[in-house]
């Protein structure tokens, strides 16, 4: 009798479960009690509840998995969906990150000097473009053109009349203690293109800017968005959020918790109007940041642009868009305290000396759900000689290095046989999760432990089929769900925004 074959060996795929993670256990315990509380102020748009419910299906084995097998020894993994999410979500922010800095690395940047300007805008406009899309591209498109002016300008006084330069735009909005802060990354050519007498594109680097240009430019900014706002009959003068209703009219109480937390203070909390908890702060002075020659303010305006790549190193470039595109939570970051409150370790200690945030579960949901964009709402942005309609882009983009120069060198071969295969470049973003895996933390996770290696076999969403093999290797066959809501901490859910 011929042999049988051996029987497979059926393994799950076992990352950090989603359900044992700090942020997924208070968005189950208190997602219920906000939606109910956010209810009596107004209540929440449906898509951020939908991203807040779709979180908790992120990882969960009972809504179905990918089946992956080796085809030497017959051992097969198991590993769970994801939910997608945009702004909730550390581990789904994470693959979108990684997936559009590839692209951008690999389809994008040409080979040349880069610069990151930062600029951040005053309180009562973040409030305003959080709601208006519209408006902030209209602001955004200020800024990319006093800094295409700016490049310009300097070629000319070069000698160059036809420059041309390019940028991308991370339009984020949050800042680092979770509040709303609307502001923009952009990452750009740190020179000009021009045409030589061939007709063939040639980048001619910029020297470093100097303090007064920042503060002019910065200074032009500033003067062009306040023109641009007075058209649209707003001001930013005072101490009170900039009042457009049109774009507020369907957004509930996302407007006054938006306000709420454009200022670091909590709606529906304990104590209305509040500061957030602070964990490190001293009662002496400041201390004041060291002066930097690449930044500047004006009229609430900042900008910085201190931060450069060569253009010869793409890792740093790739790190560098990590950055600009990063979401804006991440999971080693939070703690659940003994009371039932969420501390949040800031990245870096605040000049006053804070280094965590401490929030209630509600509070700590309010300030996720004004983070959460509108549906196709487009946050990354192109221009110049990047934008996809320039007439140049195509011998711009064409100075692009080769995948090569990008990929991961100190993965350990497995064998000539089974080594892992070329890293895949795709012509659009469609990169495989195990493709990046490989490329950001040069892990394979496709690797067997036999040496070969894994092949993706079907996807499994039957319900039926997912509880049987669910019981057979004994994980968890439900779907966790938010707790019921709780009483309200209090009556009064009236906040004025603070002066």
């Known amino acids: 009798m011929p042999a049988s074959a051996p029987t497979p060996c059926l393994r799950p795929y076992r990352p950090r479960a989603a359900e044992h993670t700090v ?5 189950r315990l208190h997602l219920a009690t906000f ?3 956010a209810e009596e102020a107004g209540g929440v748009p449906a898509f951020v509840e939908r991203e807040l419910r779709q979180f908790l299906t992120c990882g969960v084995w009972a809504k179905g998995f990918a089946r992956f097998r080796c085809d030497a020894c017959h051992a097969e993994r198991l590993v769970p969906f994801s939910c997608k999410a945009r702004a909730v979500c550390p581990s789904c922010g994470g693959r979108r990150m990684a997936e559009r800095a590839a692209h951008l690395v690999d389809h994008v ?13 005053p309180f009562r406009l973040r409030y305003v473009l959080a709601f208006d899309h519209a408006l902030c591209r209209k602001v955004l498109a200020v800024h990319v053109r006093a800094l295409r002016a700016f490049y310009r300008r300097r070629a000319r006084r070069q000698g160059i009349a036809d420059g041309e330069t390019g940028a991308v735009t991370a339009i984020q909005r949050w800042g680092s203690a979770l509040n709303l802060n609307v502001h923009f990354h952009t990452l750009a050519l740190d020179g000009v293109f021009q045409s030589d007498a061939d007709g063939d594109l040639r980048f001619v680097p910029a020297s470093p800017p100097t303090p007064q240009e920042i503060a002019r430019l910065v200074a032009t900014i500033a003067r062009r968005v306040a023109t641009l706002l007075r058209r649209h009959g707003l001001t930013l003068g005072g101490d009170e959020p900039a009042d457009d209703a049109d774009s507020q009219a369907d957004a509930g109480a996302l407007a006054a918790l938006a306000a709420a937390s454009v200022t670091g203070r909590s709606l529906l909390g304990a104590a209305p109007g509040a500061r957030v908890g602070r964990v490190g702060r001293t009662t002496t002075a400041a201390i004041a940041k060291a002066a930097s020659p690449w930044h500047a303010r004006a009229a609430d305006f900042d ?10 190193d793409r890792r740093t470039l790739e790190r560098l868009c990590h950055y600009l595109l990063r979401p804006p939570l991440a999971q080693d970051r939070l703690e659940l305290l003994p009371d039932g409150r969420v501390g949040l370790t ?24 004004v983070l959460i964009p509108k549906p196709r709402v487009n946050l990354v942005l192109y221009h110049g000689i990047l934008g996809a309609r320039a007439r140049r882009r195509a011998a711009a983009v064409a100075q692009v290095v080769p995948p090569e120069a990008t990929r991961p060198t ?9 080594a892992a295969p070329p890293e895949r470049r795709p012509s659009r973003r469609g990169w495989l999760w195990a493709d990046l895996m490989r490329r950001v933390f040069e892990i394979d996770v496709l690797a067997c432990d036999c040496g070969a290696r894994l092949r993706f076999l079907a996807t499994i969403e039957d319900p039926p089929v997912v509880q049987r093999i669910l019981r057979h290797l004994g994980l968890p066959t439900d779907t966790p769900v938010s707790a019921l809501a709780r009483p309200p901490p209090r009556d009064d859910l009236a906040f004025a925004f603070p002066a």
């Open 109 to 121: 940047l040409p080979a040349v000097p880069m610069r990151q300007w930062v600029l951040s805008l």
């Open 35 to 37: 939606l109910r509380v």
């Open 23 to 27: 942020l997924h256990q208070v968005v």
């Open 346 to 369: 800031l990245a870096h200690p605040w000049a006053d000396g804070t280094s965590v945030l401490v929030f209630g579960g509600v509070e700590f949901l309010e300030k996720l759900a």
């Open 410 to 418: 100190s993965v350990a071969p497995v064998s000539q046989e089974t």
């Open 303 to 312: 900008l910085h642009g201190g931060r450069t790549v060569r253009a010869e």
